[in-house]
């Protein structure tokens, strides 16, 4: 198999301090914990940003001073998020595109949110999918599709077909949201068989799934992502910063006889 990307997505849009207090959510923070991850493994980490109170925002600003500070201290890849937050438009959702990442979160459908308190609906209209990929088209910003239920991956594979997005194609899994698919083996096994044969992909399995959904993806030569953005427990009850996560996924995966990929090796896995 080739050798294992392992994303880190360390802050999300709904942790907070009172949940974990190993959350990263200032700029600096956030830097750090890049750093401490690269150390461990990781080649990729997934951005969001938090403002002065730890409420999600799209503001270019701040994601530009965290990802010039992660390049200026790791080799990583930089993927922002475009996930944005409720009310925000689609040109608000692209500020963070302004960034010039490497990589960029594009959600291919819509859900209701049920494992939030409110459920919210996260809304993902086609104009606003083909708006995004467009403009990561124009920026040469590869897209990680997620794709949270079957019917996302269809609506991927129709970008491409329309030359939206360029192939390889790269394709997250994600497994155990509320509303979303259950994450179980059968699921994640008919969600690969969806996708196109060149596809790159990777799998996040949320809350207490993530061990089990990650492990499968290293067997099925898959990718990952762990990170307190899905996950804040290393086991029942205990909290854990992100780097420990990094660690134990690096240590499933050179148990199994897997090596995992630097950010250079994720480079070209990706075809950047």
Known sequence: MEKLIITVAPTGSVPTKKDTPHLPVTPDEIVETAYLCAQEGASIIHVHCRDENEKPTSD????????????????????????????????????????????????????????????????????TITYLAQRMRDLKIKPEMEAFDVGFIP??????????????PLFQLVM???????????????????????????????GRTQVDMTTMSILMGGHVRVGLEDNIYLTK???????????????????????????????????L
């Not at 390049?71 to 960034?99: H, W, Y």
């Not at 129709?158 to 997005?165: D, H, R, S, T, Y």
């Not at 909290?239 to 996560?245: G, I, M, S, V, Y």
């Open 60 to 127: 270019s600003s701040l994601f530009e001073e965290i990802v010039r500070k992660i390049r200026k201290r790791t080799n990583l890849l930089v993927m922002v998020s475009t996930s944005g937050v409720a009310g925000c438009s689609d040109e608000e959702r692209a500020e963070p595109l302004r960034t010039n990442p490497e990589l960029a979160s594009l959600t291919t459908g819509s859900l209701n949110f049920t494992g939030r308190k409110p459920p919210v609906v996260y809304r993902n209209s086609w104009e």
């Open 155 to 168: 609506q991927g594979i129709m970008l491409i077909k329309e030359g939206i997005v360029s192939e390889p």
């Open 176 to 206: 155990g949201v509320g509303g979303g698919i259950p994450a179980t083996i059968d699921n994640l096994l008919h969600m690969r068989a969806q996708l196109p044969k060149n596809a790159v992909f990777t799998v996040a399995g949320i």
């Open 237 to 271: 009850g205990q909290l854990a910063p992100n780097e420990d996560f990094v660690v134990r996924t690096r240590q499933i995966a050179e148990s199994l006889g897997r090596k995992v990929a630097s950010p250079d090796d994720a480079r070209v896995i990706l075809g």
